[in-house]
């Protein structure tokens, strides 16, 4: 099975940097992903790691360390619109399914 | 435009009664799955179908049963044996290449009174 954490709420101020913590421990492991999703819309795809490393993609950056069973996500320059939940999510090494954390909930405030 | 559907957005029955949520996808994908999603909790895997004709129960298939006839489409139905059906259910398929990325339709609120 998978035990995924990650912090359940965080505050941040519009410009500012918030980082995103997630630890897991997993029977498996095939890729973890990240995804932003907006109060009762669907989850949206933002990043993948698989390597260990920084993933980099415009204002969002991922970390991954298998040895550590952490990541991260970093957003930068923070605006209003980036107030949603982010989930972290690892990917089974079996069937490709994902095991989902419970999501911190970002507020960005002006 | 490719994506995946999910009909109605809202959804409200009786308690006794099952329910069919349907869920709809044109990107072609094998894969296709359904979550539940409770507040303060992560997505939930009910069931997941790999390819037409087959499916495989998730973590949480009490209650629920579903059938993938078609490639295209992948209906859950909610009976009256969930104990606890109240609930946004989501819907997704995953692509077959590149980062193999789970999409996900827009949602069914489900509330059973």
């Known amino acids: 099975g998978q035990n995924i954490d990650q912090p359940t709420e965080m505050t941040a101020t519009e410009g500012a940097i918030v980082q995103i913590n997630c630890t897991y421990q997993t029977s498996g492991f095939n890729g973890l992903f990240w995804y932003q999703q907006h109060a009762g819309e669907a989850p949206t795809f933002l990043s993948y790691n698989v390597l260990d490393g920084l993933e980099e993609k415009g204002r969002f950056s991922s970390f991954l360390s298998r040895s550590k069973g952490y990541s991260y996500l970093l957003l930068k320059e923070l605006q209003m619109k980036d107030s949603a939940s982010y989930l972290c999510?690892?990917?089974?090494?079996?069937?490709?399914?994902?095991?989902f954390g419970a999501g911190t909930t970002v507020t960005v405030r002006a | 435009d490719g994506g995946i559907t999910q009909s109605p957005k809202y959804l409200f029955r009786k308690e006794g009664q099952n329910v069919t949520l349907s869920c709809e996808q044109n990107l072609n994908h094998d894969a296709m799955y359904w979550y539940r999603q409770d507040p303060g909790q992560g997505l939930r895997l009910i069931y997941y179908s790999q390819i037409v004709n087959d499916f495989q129960k998730g973590d949480i298939a009490e209650g629920y049963s579903v059938s993938r006839e078609k490639k295209e489409s992948f209906p859950l139905t909610v009976t009256s044996a969930q104990k606890n059906p109240t609930a946004f259910y989501l819907c997704?398929?995953?692509?077959?290449?590149?980062?193999?990325?789970?999409?996900f339709g827009p949602g069914t609120r489900l509330t059973v009174t």
């Open positions: 997704a398929s995953r692509s077959g290449g590149g980062t193999y990325e789970q999409y």
């Open positions: 999510a690892v990917r089974d090494s079996g069937d490709y399914k994902l095991s």
